[in-house]
DNA sequence: GAGCTTTCGCTACGAGTCGTAGCGTAACTG
DNA sequence: CAGTTACGCTACGACTCGTAGCGAAAGCTC
């Protein structure tokens, strides 16, 4: 097989300007067949065959893009992360929320639910589809601790870092905190991340985090 | 545990104290195996029949006391987290920091990785699943919260609660963090959760309860 | 237009797994 | 002893997988 796929691989790297090129339309069904299969059969029962029919396209199709099921499924769920945005609500805690809400809203939906858990699972085992998860899904959200920490510091309601080392440990602890929060709550605790939950969540993270800080470098 | 109802089917409700009992050797050894399996082949590529030649009974034994792979994984993962225990340490810090060592600990083994990821997404569909998954591993974890809790407002590390229902919420959110934080740090961060991660994180945690409890009821 | 290249839809195929049924035997009970 | 249940074994149809081969279609370059 030859691996210069579209969607995430680099898709013919510059000497294929010659030929028919691939339908963008085709990739377009597909992915969104994937989420309508997923939804319907849910990510065990989900087959590559079912999902070309839905897509009005030939199973061979499928397998000229993509790898396998993995790899289809997390280019069909990283869409769903595009709406993913950092509002400006003025106040650190209200962005926190605002940004909670939309991931909770995202995990929310079945075709997330089945699938994310799914292929992380997968990623234990496969070195190149968690690499293609972080950066289809997971940077993109990882950007937003960031650029939300960056605007609070510079409003003043964070400190700043002493040292980039400790600021990028800290952006991960808090990443991991946040998206592991909404993710255990969502689906293994499987109770809805609502607004009240949000702001219980919200407030002992803020705390969390300007009193740790102000505690110093730590012991 | 039951010695019957270990798979949950309701093999022998109660009356069935005739013919040949079952094997209990034979659940140790097929649950043994299921373990191995999840180091060699992954969630994925396991299948029943690897398992039963592995463990040295016939496929069809297996399906006798199992619905299927879900529930049979479930059960062999179960027992890993039989190890879990709360530690008195003497200080509230000192606590959480030694159960979050050892549930990162577990986390850490290869067929915990590929496998409660694996089922978590299953049990999106499955509700039978989820409630197995919930009294057989999670309940289990979540008594810790608990009597943590319980003993560290002994101590008066924390406030005593105003109203259950108010405790009860504030429980379930202390375990979405902890269990969340820890499996998104290992698996999909897929770093390390070790003395040093679980320091900052239990600071931040520490901090944001006493903290936020101290603040009032909030808006 | 002609010619080349690549993709597409379609069919077919071997390999592997699934979950079950049937049968004879083994183990325990009253 | 008879009765009952679990066990090992074999075999089976149904299904999915991933690939190969074919002719046709859709672009690009000349």
């Known amino acids: 097989m030859r691996p210069d796929m579209v969607n995430g691989m680099q898709c013919r790297s510059q000497a294929a300007r010659t030929g028919r090129p691939r ?3 085709a990739d377009a069904a597909i992915l969104e067949a994937t989420r309508t299969a997923l939804v319907e059969l849910g990510w065990s029962k989900l087959t590559l065959g079912y999902v070309a029919t839905l897509a009005g396209v030939a199973k061979t199709t499928l397998y000229r893009r993509w790898a396998g099921k993995n790899e289809l499924v997390v280019d069909a769920v ?6 993913l945005e950092l509002p400006d609500r003025g106040s650190l805690a209200a962005d926190i929320e605002g940004v909670v809400l939309q991931f909770a809203a995202i995990l929310d939906r079945p075709e997330a639910k089945t699938a994310l858990m799914a292929v992380v699972a997968e990623s234990t085992r496969d070195e190149p589809l968690r690499e293609r998860i972080r950066t289809s899904i997971v940077d993109r959200q990882k950007r937003l601790v960031t650029e939300g920490r960056a605007r609070a510091q510079a409003r003043g309601e964070l400190p700043p870092e002493a040292d980039p080392g400790s600021a990028d440990r800290t952006a ?3 990443f991991d905190v946040v998206a592991g929060a909404v993710v255990h709550r969502t689906l293994v605790s499987a109770e809805p991340a609502d607004e009240e939950w949000v702001r219980s969540f919200t407030r002992v993270l803020l705390v969390g985090l300007t009193g740790a800080a102000a505690d110093g470098a730590g012991p």
């Not at 990283?78 to 709406?83: G, I, Q, V, W």
């Open 23 to 25: 339908s963008a339309a």
């Open 78 to 83: 990283a869409e769903l992360f595009d709406e």
């Open 172 to 174: 991960a602890l808090i």
